[in-house]
């Protein structure tokens, strides 16, 4: 065995070019090992392995989700890695999956979608978020982007959503065709004319509440919703009355009832379609 093993290394050294052969083939089979991705993906024609994008998909409305799916199964580039109408499973989903795009509805079942826009951002600002509200308008569009999303569609956009997720992919932002008119419009009117002035002192979490209060969710039913406790519920009561000049509870539902109306009226004006 040693005597076969001494001829072999006797002939590797008289044939330099051999030697220098094989070895150029041990070191590109060992590169080739070391570059082979390790994630799903399916085959190209040049045989290398494609890493698809991961989605998760949250919102409240079971065919706007079937919706948004179907689109991402006819995608070549990405991926549905979860989907769920419930804020606390949307959470646990995004820490498991560690999606690359997130679709969020503005209002899933357990929480404010602004919220949970914020909650993502906190936990992997690397993550695009995508808001797709079902019915747009300047105000939350306003709101989405300050919570750190990157595009905001409305349901009317469906056939944009691919490509607003190859621009947010790249980092930049993108906004459907239904809403930009919505927001140039209001660009346009100024802070001067803004129809809701004093609700802009409300936070994101006052606002959401404040919602909610405008279409009569009792104080038990907001604890039980937004799951706080209703002292928590009282407390943002207290300071969204101190912001608005309000006295009462009574009050505020009739302020919270005017706002959501208005804010109806006005999507109408700027969208006749909608109605």
Not at 228 to 251: C, F, G, P, Y
Request: with cysteine; net charge positive.
């Amino acid at each position: 065995m040693q005597q076969r093993k001494t001829r072999r290394n006797a002939a590797r050294a008289l044939n330099p070019r051999r030697n220098s052969r094989e070895q150029q083939w041990s070191d590109k089979h060992r590169a080739y090992r070391s570059k082979k991705p390790l994630t799903e993906g399916s085959d190209d024609m040049s045989g290398n392995r494609r890493t698809k994008t991961k989605v998760l998909v949250v919102h409240r409305i079971g065919f706007v989700r079937s919706g948004v799916l179907s689109l991402i199964a006819k995608s070549v580039r990405f991926v549905v890695c979860g989907e769920t109408d419930e804020a606390p499973l949307a959470r646990e989903l995004f820490l498991r999956h560690e999606p690359d795009l997130v679709v969020v509805g503005l209002r899933p079942c357990g929480a404010d979608g602004i919220q949970l826009i914020k909650d993502f951002r906190s936990l992997n600002p690397a993550a695009a978020i995508l808001a797709l509200a079902e019915h747009a308008d300047a105000f939350s569009a306003q709101r989405v982007f300050r919570a750190g999303a990157r595009a905001y569609l409305g349901t009317d956009d469906a056939p944009e959503l691919l490509r607003a997720f190859d621009e947010i992919s790249t980092g930049h932002p993108f906004v459907g065709a239904s809403v930009l008119p919505l927001i140039l419009s209001n660009f346009a009117a100024g802070p001067k004319n803004s129809r809701n002035p004093e609700i802009n002192s409300l936070s994101d979490r006052e606002l959401e509440i404040f919602s909610f209060i405008g279409r009569g969710v009792s104080v038990s039913q907001l604890a039980t919703e937004l799951h706080v406790s209703v002292k928590t519920i009282e407390t943002h009561q207290m300071r969204m009355k101190e912001k608005l000049a309000l006295h009462t509870a009574a009050e505020l539902r009739q302020k919270a009832r005017e706002w959501l109306a208005k804010s109806a009226v006005n999507r109408i004006r700027e969208d006749p379609e909608a109605a």
